[in-house]
């Protein structure tokens, strides 16, 4: 079982792929996939040797047909006649003849239990009685064992890779589109490999939702502990985008299960160049390993908690904190106070924060929106402010007639002082600060224990760091990497993001916004579902997704799904709006929800049908009327 407040890494099998083994206590290892297709042998040859400059440990390539399977054997060849030792893996979807023959020429295999021997997902119901859905577990084995005998002949491993967007029709008969049905659309192959010995076995199970995509994995990680195995997971989030948002929605799923010790390589799947993967996964695997041998917490876990089914924590709604409210965003402008400046406003009133935290002053000119925060001693009642306590304060609590209170508290301040103190006011909001060498250890540990006993204040995370403006990705990663687990835990009423450094304010709480919606916590703005392209990818991915962001930048709360091919955009598009997929080379069909509503748009005029298709649906609250 996961220690919810001590960082301690999973226990796995070694698994050896070419020169480079993966689990069995080995670092955690990063790799990409490449973008060209795997036909174009020094073209391929010569990405994979970048991907490994950058970093990378493993390079996966597309594999769609036995020809392009063979022609791995050439690619392997430059690659090594070049010094590099990267392993390559083949990634089949649809074929298992194909898999057989890239087993033979690549370290590793990726196949999709979703499309391997089921026909694609076409989202109808269709029913199995007991004895044909049997039949057709025979029928998976029957096709899977070949596969097995080739990669134990040639000493290559295999990664059963389930994405949520292809599961397929048998799996949804019985299981639904749901994290269960994800988990056990993986251990039918997983149960075959240890039926018939073969533990080479690397095992992943993704989606675009990060909240599903956590979910998924924990309960994968649950379902083979009570099975006993212990193969090694490969973490993702599919179709995570580009830029900041992609960088965010990531580290807020990836690093939620790093932070448990779950997860023994990364791929963050950007819409960008391969390569440009690699640092962000290399910044996101050293942060959350910094908590390696930190001091022991001994925080204890709230009997009403469950880690693989988790609900947001039963709080008091204090006017807009807590209850049924959305998590709270509040900021800080404690430098420019100091400073005597009256700048740092967002101009973005989507990234506007509900709170402010001045210190021991209000400025002069409010920014549009927020309520402020004063430290309790100076708090005078005005309107739309509010006072805040040390915990050393307690006393002068009971004497205050605000009914809001903010009592900033750490875990190990947490006596029965303070406990009394909270049953008396149910009216204070928690903001729970740490220092620790593993802060999520302990802010959990806090929630947990108000949780024991039986107080319903709500709980603000106050997370800092010190970061100039060179460095904001590395705050977006850290500080999403931090949030993850305890917004998918249900443990957070909203996210104080403090950071002592040259970061632009606008920037710090545009972050907080984008953790919360790339947590599916707090919708501010239109999110983009992009895969990052490979050798599939029938148009140019990046310049289209720059035109489609362009195009919808003013709409808010929508799902638009940017998808190369067909192999998971369907399915992933199952939880988006609005989808644009690769059909043909260079044609498009758009979807609306899971429906196709048009196919092989011509890619040059596809843009202007997804937005009249918007347009068409009352989704475009600044569009007019439809055009002549």
Known sequence: MVDLFNYQRRDTVMVQIGATPLGGGCPIRLQSMTDTSTMHTEESAAQVMRIAAAGGEYVRLTTQGVREAENLRHINAVVR???????????????????????????????????????????????????????????????????????????TAIRIGVNHGSLSD????????????????????LRVCVRERFMDVVVSVKASNTAVMVQSVRLLVDAMEREGMRFPLHLGVTEAGDGEDGRIKSAVGIGALLADGIGDTVR??????????????????????????AMMIPG???????????????????????GDNVPVVVADRMDLMAAGRMDGFCPHPDSRPDYIYSGRELPSVREEGAEYIVDADVWTGEADTWPAFPYNMLPLMGACPAQLKFLF?????????VLACLRYHPEVVIISQSN????????????????????RNPVIIFQQYAHNQE?????????????????????????????????????????????????????????????????????????????????????????????????????????????????????????????????????????????RLI??????????????
């Open 615 to 628: 347009r068409e649906n009352g989704d475009d609250p600044a569009y007019t009327g439809l055009e002549n």
């Open 81 to 155: 006649g070049a010094g590099c030792d990267v392993p390559l893996v083949a990634d089949v979807h649809f074929n298992p003849r194909v898999a057989e023959v890239a087993a033979l020429y690549a370290e590793k295999v990726r196949i999709n239990p979703g499309n391997y021997v089921d026909p694609a997902r076409t989202f109808k119901q269709i029913g199995y009685t007991d004895e044909e859905y049997t039949q057709e577990l025979e029928r998976l084995e029957a096709r899977f064992v070949p596969l097995l005998n080739v990669c134990r002949e040639h000493h």
């Open 170 to 189: 048998r799996i949804m008969s019985r299981y639904g589109d749901t994290p269960r049905g994800i988990v056990e659309s993986c251990m039918e192959f």
């Open 436 to 455: 620790h060498q593993n802060r999520l250890g302990e802010h959990r540990a806090l929630v947990h224990e108000l949780t024991r006993e039986g107080l």
């Open 409 to 417: 508290l750490t875990y190990g301040a947490l006596n029965e002082e």
């Open 300 to 322: 204890v876990a709230a009997d009403s908690f469950d880690w693989l089914h988790p609900v947001r924590r039963d709080t008091v709604a204090v006017r807009n904190i807590g």
């Open 471 to 611: 460095e904001k990705e590395d705050f977006q990663i850290e500080s999403a990497a931090d949030m993850g687990a305890l917004l998918f835990d249900g443990l957070c009423d909203g996210v104080y993001l403090y950071n002592n450094g040259t970061l632009d304010h606008c920037d710090i709480d545009a972050t907080a916004f984008g953790i919360l919606q790339a947590a599916r916590l707090r919708t501010t703005r239109t999110e983009y579902i992009s895969c990052p392209g490979c050798g599939r990818t029938l148009y140019d991915l990046q310049a289209t997704l720059a035109r489609v962001k362009a195009a919808t930048a003013h709409l808010k709360g929508l799902k638009i799904a940017v998808m190369g091919c067909i192999v998971n955009g369907p399915g992933e598009m199952a939880d988006a709006d609005y989808g644009y997929v690769g059909a043909a080379r260079g044609k498009v069909s758009l979807y609306h929800r899971r429906e196709c509503v048009e196919r092989n748009i011509p890619e040059e005029e596809a843009v202007e049908h997804l937005l």
């Open 268 to 293: 963050v799947s950007l819409s960008e160049a391969p390569e440009v993967e690699i640092p962000v996964a290399r910044k996101l695997v050293d942060y959350v390993s910094r908590r390696e041998g």
